[in-house]
């Protein structure tokens, strides 16, 4: 194992896991990245430190300075993580309907929390929106200044997986990958990795999983933004065409709804003793329809994005499922049977 000087050389290098139910069902090799296995038990952790890192190369970022985002959680907390280790502070936006584990994680990462709305990306009081006009008040009037981390226009946050998640996928699959396949939040991972992985090999096909209420799988298939249904699935889901997107095409393009990832997420548990959460699930059923697209015999990567805990209170809570109308998995209300 190697020997680190801080928390952020922990960041990235995460195995690759082997998705037994979703090979065998195809007869490819489909296995996940372990994002969950970074140090803020996240994917976005690539980001936040590329992020970071751009803003003080390009000296923006003032030693004690603050960092402003709007972010669906998690985002925020490897901006938070990075921040405390190399003495930044953070604001972070995010929109009230975010899970509360979300949440407390950000305030145990010493974040400020300041909880909105949700309102659509056309509303001037939209979450990321609002971040923007606040890291600008912040800029003149806080010490060190502050900047605003623009996870969804900034292509740092892309160049993170060009240079790290790509390159570990080439590694770790002795250049043998046949496809990657994820969703989009900010485009950040799905762009970042193709770019880097189509420079490897031209062969490599790249899919988009995208949940219900995303416009991204029309506009990849036909053209023109359109959406319907909705999605219990938190981080991902985009409307537009992000700065990250721009001049990425994917091979295949498909649209997962809840009632196919979270069964998935559900038996992943029990199954083979992975936790995840909503977003893996979204990206494991993708890689199972790319799969069966491409045909066995081939090796495709997608992203467990995070954590299952981190949804404790929804995605693993009888009583939310229900009032979704979503499947509720019988061992999560199985009493107990033995009494001692
Ligand atoms: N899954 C989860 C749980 C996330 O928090 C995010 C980021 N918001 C994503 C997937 C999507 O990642 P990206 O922003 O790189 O598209």
Not at 16 to 44: D, H, W
Not at 223 to 245: C, D, M, P, V
Request: overall charge negative.
């Amino acid at each position: 194992m190697p020997r680190y000087n801080s928390v952020i050389d922990a960041i990235g290098n995460t195995p690759l896991i082997r998705l037994a139910k979703a090979s065998e069902l195809t007869g490819c090799e489909i296995y996940g990245k372990a994002e969950f296995m970074n140090p803020g038990q996240s994917v976005k952790d690539r980001a936040a430190l590329f992020i970071i890192r751009d803003a003080e190369a390009k000296g923006l970022l003032q030693p004690g300075g603050t960092i402003v985002e709007g972010t669906a959680g998690n985002t925020g907390i490897g901006l938070a993580m990075v921040a405390d280790a190399l003495g930044y502070k953070t604001v972070i936006v995010i929109p009230e309907t975010q899970s509360q584990e979300k949440k407390d994680a950000l305030r145990l990462w010493c974040a400020e929390l300041i909880e909105v709305p949700a309102v659509p990306y056309k509303n001037p009081n939209n979450y990321v929106k609002l971040s923007g006009r606040l890291a600008e008040q912040l800029a003149s009037s806080v010490p060190g200044g502050a900047i605003w981390a623009n996870q969804f226009d900034n292509t740092a946050n892309r160049d993170g997986h060009v240079v790290t998640t790509a390159e570990e996928i080439w590694h770790q699959t002795d250049g043998q990958v046949d496809g990657f396949i994820c969703a989009v939040g900010t485009g950040g991972t799905l762009a970042g990795t193709a770019m880097g992985l189509k420079r490897r090999s031209g062969h490599i096909k790249i899919g988009i999983a995208d949940p219900m209420g995303a416009a991204l799988h029309s506009f990849y298939t036909s053209g023109t933004f359109a959406s319907e249904g909705s999605s219990i699935t938190e981080g991902i889901g985009q409307g537009r065409i992000t700065a990250n997107l721009e001049g990425f095409t994917p091979d295949f393009a498909y649209q997962i709804p809840d009632e196919e990832a979270l069964p998935i997420v559900f038996d992943l548990i029990g199954d083979e003793g992975l936790c995840l959460g909503g977003s893996s699930g979204v990206n494991i059923a993708g890689a199972i329809r790319m799969a069966r697209e491409m045909g066995p015999g081939h090796t495709i990567v997608t992203i467990l994005c995070d954590y299952g805990n981190r949804y404790q209170s929804k995605l693993f809570n009888p009583d939310f499922l229900r009032e979704k109308s979503l499947p509720v998995p019988a061992w999560l209300e199985r009493k107990p049977t033995i009494s001692v």
